[in-house]
């Protein structure tokens, strides 16, 4: 258990919907990344946040948008869906912004129909 | 741009055989080589990391090495077991925190 956490583990939803996933990283990290896993794209860095503002932006579509509240836990909000948007989507937390050891959570897999 | 290649794509050893899986990286300013395994339904796990200061590091069955001039690193995992089997990735973040990940080798222990 890497004691990154996130909800909800499993979301089947219809094209052109809304959902938000959450995260919630591990006791101490300030740092919280996103990671979309598919079959012919791999593992994509989408976007990170540190302490609350946005760090790093990675391939991530307009559609989907993210933030990190004050109690650090995260949320990615994913609109419009398509088809090609499902996948398994990881989050990651990482002591601080220098630190490079990134711990994922059990991740939240999303079916679109 | 920023690139990891990794292979091979699947790789099959026989229990107590060893097991080599190659990462080749384009950003020379990458300075920290993490490896993590996948098992079906989980997260990717945290399972080794080599920094650009060291040549080698182990921790029990598992050893990577890392050559800066040729920007490869590679995983060795020693006596293999059946419970190694899973999907291991290799990454390099370029800048900052983002990893950027190889496409993975799916590595399948026979008893």
């Known amino acids: 258990d890497s004691g990154v956490t996130q909800t909800p583990k499993h979301l089947i939803t219809a094209t052109g919907q809304r959902v938000t996933l959450r995260c919630s990283p591990r006791?101490?990290?300030?740092?919280v990344y996103w990671y979309q896993q598919s079959l012919d794209q791999g593992l994509q860095f989408l976007i990170q946040?540190?302490?609350?503002?946005?760090?790093a932006k990675g391939n991530i579509l307009e559609r989907f948008s993210a933030q990190q509240f004050p109690d650090l836990h995260s949320e990615l909000n994913l609109s419009s869906l398509e088809l090609g948007d499902s996948a398994l989507y990881f989050c990651?937390?990482?002591?601080?912004?220098?630190?490079?050891?990134?711990?994922f959570g059990p991740g939240t897999r999303l079916t679109v129909t | 741009g920023e690139n990891v290649e990794q292979h091979p794509s699947t790789l099959s050893v026989q229990e107590g055989d060893s097991a080599v899986i190659k990462c080749t990286y384009s950003?020379?300013?990458?300075?920290?080589f993490p490896w993590y395994k996948q098992e079906l339904g989980k997260g990717p796990q945290l399972i080794i990391d080599?920094?650009?200061?060291?040549g080698e590091k182990k921790d029990q069955r598992i050893a990577v090495t890392l050559n800066k001039t040729a920007k490869h690193f590679s995983l060795h995992i020693t006596e293999t077991q059946p419970e190694d089997s899973a999907v291991y990735f290799c990454?390099?973040?370029?800048?900052?925190?983002?990893?950027?990940f190889g496409q993975g080798t799916e590595l399948s222990v026979k008893p």
């Open positions: 990454a390099a973040p370029p800048r900052g925190g983002k990893l950027i």
């Open positions: 990651a937390s990482s002591l601080d912004i220098g630190s490079y050891e990134q711990y």
């Open positions: 080599i920094r650009s200061n060291v």
């Open positions: 006791s101490g990290d300030l740092s």
């Open positions: 946040y540190y302490n609350g503002e946005e760090r």
């Open positions: 950003d020379s300013a990458s300075n920290y």
